[in-house]
């Protein structure tokens, strides 16, 4: 059997396809044709492909469908209309799984009797076994940012303080003191703390300050930045996360780590 050929496509795009219009879809499945499809994190895609590709005929048009995925935190876009854009996936750690090399000899080849409906249920109800079954004791535990182990950690307890109040600052600075999908932003909340626990565990309150004061100070400057809501999923999002990230060991290693602004 010849394993598959396809791209994957992103939960938090699937969860947000209501939302989105006809040339935001469009235009998201082509970036990540061109960027996930080919194994690479993030790609500098001329319009004129885009273009190609969605058959959107008009600029205008494909610049506002650009920009509302941007605002909807599924992708980030780098540069400007001079040099070009290069685009990447704003993932969230429902759309990340381990990776892992799959061989021929690891995947069966399937008959009808596979596909039954009856078959089926009796699969998804073993993987549902296995999924659950409570992990060996000393495994690896990936600690990268997209780790579904971090992101656990931030529900250590279920009545949180800290998470408390991160949630409700950022409920505050959101548009109407609203959120239009709580799931999402939820999980960024939990990716936020989870974050701070883990690369500051003796004082996170310091190390989340700091954070999200860089985010602030991003947004001064970067235009890509400055277009983002000031939201859980973004301030989260991995695309975003790695450039603030970067922003902060640069001001370590210069000895100008920014003073505590976001009070929160």
């Known amino acids: 059997m010849q394993l598959p050929n396809y791209t994957p496509i992103s939960n938090s795009f699937i969860a947000m396809m209501g939302e989105l219009t006809g040339e935001q879809v469009k235009v998201f499945i082509a970036i ?58 704003a993932m969230s750690p429902d759309d990340t799984v381990k990776s892992e090399t799959v061989s021929r000899d690891d995947t069966p080849s399937m008959s009808r009797r596979d596909t039954s409906k009856e078959t089926i249920q009796n699969k998804e109800s073993k993987e549902t076994n296995i999924n659950t079954a409570a992990p060996v004791p000393g495994a690896e535990v990936d600690i990268s940012i997209d780790s579904p182990t971090i992101i656990e950690k931030a529900k250590d307890k279920p009545k949180d303080e800290l998470r408390a109040r991160l949630y409700a600052s ?8 609203r959120f239009t999908n709580y799931g999402k932003e939820n999980k960024g909340v939990d990716r936020l703390v989870a974050q701070a626990r883990m690369r500051q565990p003796d004082d996170p309150d310091a190390w989340l300050g700091r954070y999200l004061t860089a985010f602030k100070r991003r947004q001064l400057h970067d235009d890509l930045f400055r277009k ?25 290693a210069a000895e100008s780590a920014p003073d505590l602004e976001i009070p929160w």
């Open 32 to 89: 990540s044709r061109k960027t996930i499809g080919w194994h690479k994190l993030s790609d500098k895609i001329p319009y004129s492909q885009l273009r190609e590709m969605t058959g959107i005929k008009h600029h205008v048009t494909l610049k506002k469908a650009l920009l509302g995925l941007v605002d909807k935190g599924l992708i980030t876009m780098s540069g400007d209309d001079t040099v070009g854009y290069t685009y990447d996936l």
């Open 228 to 252: 983002q809501p000031f939201i859980p999923s973004v301030v989260s999002s991995t695309g975003l996360m790695e450039r603030v990230l970067d922003d902060m060991a640069k001001a370590v």
């Open 170 to 177: 950022m409920l505050k600075r959101a548009p109407d003191q």
